[in-house]
């Protein structure tokens, strides 16, 4: 199927700026770009339409992106905490998402959505991983997420200290079971 041209209403990655025409792939153009108001289908009834009200989009645009640029200044540095169970070597049982990092970034103080928080994967193992959280097409900041066991074990982490338990608690490696005389 032929591409199909549409007019970016904002910058989108990858993509282009604010007011670009560029071919994209029909789905992408309808499931994604289009239902988001992200971008118009070029027309030349929409080209007439977005010529006239750019000045005004681009204003809008400007205001969002001071607006997430001063959130990003605020923020920082960012460092959340995410508890979860794993086993002994720090695989954990099941995964923490992008859901989970917009919940503890949002009780932290940093309102956003799980669609802002960029995770190419879902985070398996305990320790810290830098998360990219886009607050505006041309605004991202850097999260840092601690994944612990507990609250205590992700203090140590962050001072240092390692994650591992205290000596002599439960690291001494259990005897085998003894099996049944066959």
Do not use: W
């Not at 025409?21 to 988001?36: D, E, S």
């Amino acid at each position: 199927m032929a591409a199909v041209e549409v007019i970016l209403l904002q910058r989108v990655e990858k993509l282009g700026q604010m007011g670009d025409v560029v071919k994209v792939k029909p789905g992408f153009a309808r499931n994604y770009l289009l239902p988001q108001k992200k971008a118009l289908r070029a027309s030349k009834e929409n080209r007439e339409r977005f010529e006239q009200s750019r000045v005004e989009l681009e204003a809008q645009n400007l205001k969002r992106r001071e607006e997430a640029q001063r959130v990003a200044e605020r923020v920082a540095g960012l460092s959340v905490v995410v508890i979860r169970q794993a086993g002994e070597a720090g695989n954990l049982y099941g995964s923490v998402n992008a859901r989970d990092i917009a919940e503890a970034c949002t009780e932290a103080g940093l309102s956003i959505s799980r669609q802002q928080v960029s995770l190419q994967q879902p985070i398996k193992t305990l320790g810290f991983t830098t998360v990219r959280v886009v607050l505006h097409p041309e605004v991202s900041i850097d999260v840092t997420v601690n994944v612990a066991r507990s609250p205590e074990e992700a203090e140590r982490r962050a001072r240092g200290e390692g994650g591992e338990p205290e000596a002599g608690a439960a690291t001494e490696p259990s005897a085998p079971a003894e099996l049944p005389p066959a």
